[in-house]
């Protein structure tokens, strides 16, 4: 796609690097090994825009399944703001994704603009920030997540989701530097979360459980693999009171919020077992 002398076309994988560095610049705060999986869940679901071959834009689309994606990376450099070039990319992107329900994690000022592309409000997630570190709780059946099969952890993972994300998963759960616990009761997984580090502190995502009380004894398990003190963050969905009642009782802040969107039916997703996001970028 070209008008004049801006270009689109997919991302290559050393783009995206190019992308999350974007990304940290604008206090988004990506994980340090995100590139790898972003691009192994849709290595064509990444667009790049280049004025006189120089890239000046960023969005993804990526596609999970027949049926969904999700956009994120919304970007265009500070320069180049306000002269249509974003629009562009998102329309391009749109094109791109046509037929499928599509989600976002947008910013709560953006909300009219995505309203305007026929996207409507499903709730709002918060991120809250506390600190690593602590002690490893007990009394819990808390194993390494790689004590289940590939095929147990996506039956667990699957209701939390739209569509097939088993490329995603099984690079999430087993990117370098990261912590992935599980819980099990009975040789059943009941529940699940990951810590990963970012560029500021650690990221908590996602944290899947069946009750409120095993979500914080494992989100106590991974906080205490964090380096202490330092930044951990955790991604809530505001439906869940349970969720929210976990981070204030943790003594966590608010320090971001995103508005949850869709355009597209709006998926049914287990809320009540939902404490933590895996990524604003990705879903």
């Not at 002398?5 to 090994?33: S, Y």
């Not at 947008?106 to 309203?115: C, P, S, T």
């Not at 059946?141 to 998963?169: G, N």
Request: proline residues 7%; hydrophobic residues 40%.
């Amino acid at each position: 796609m070209q008008n004049h002398r801006f270009i689109i076309r997919t991302m290559t994988r050393q783009e995206i690097d190019l992308a999350i560095d974007w990304a940290a610049v604008e206090g988004w705060n990506p994980g340090l090994d995100d590139a790898d999986c972003f691009y192994a869940a849709d290595p064509d679901g990444f667009m790049i825009g280049l004025l006189d071959e120089e890239p000046i834009a960023a969005l993804s689309t990526v596609r999970y399944g027949e049926t969904f994606a999700f956009i994120g990376f919304y970007l265009v450099r500070p320069d180049y703001r306000g002269q249509g070039y974003g629009l562009q990319l998102w329309k391009a992107g749109l094109a791109h994704l046509q037929g499928r329900t599509i989600g976002l994690d947008g910013v709560l000022a953006q909300q009219d603009n995505y309203r305007r592309s026929g996207f409507q409000l499903a709730y709002r997630n918060i991120r809250y920030q506390g600190s690593g570190g602590g002690p490893v709780p007990g009394g819990v059946d808390i194993v390494p997540l790689s004590a289940f099969i590939l095929d147990a952890i996506y039956a667990y993972d699957q209701p939390f989701f739209p569509d097939d994300r088993r490329r995603f998963l099984q690079c999430w759960i087993a990117q370098p530097h990261r912590t992935a616990l599980g819980i099990q009761r009975q040789g059943q997984l009941v529940a699940y979360g990951v810590l990963r580090p970012c560029r500021s502190g650690f990221k908590i995502g996602p944290l899947f459980a069946d009750r409120p009380e095993w979500a914080e004894t494992l989100f106590l398990a991974l906080k205490a693999q964090a380096t202490a003190g330092a930044p951990l963050y955790l991604d809530v969905p505001e439906l869940n009171p349970a969720a929210v009642a976990l981070a204030e009782r943790q003594g966590m802040t608010v320090v971001f919020e995103t508005a949850r969107m869709y355009r597209g039916p709006a998926p049914e997703l287990p809320i009540h077992r939902l404490f933590g996001v895996t990524t604003f970028e990705l879903g």
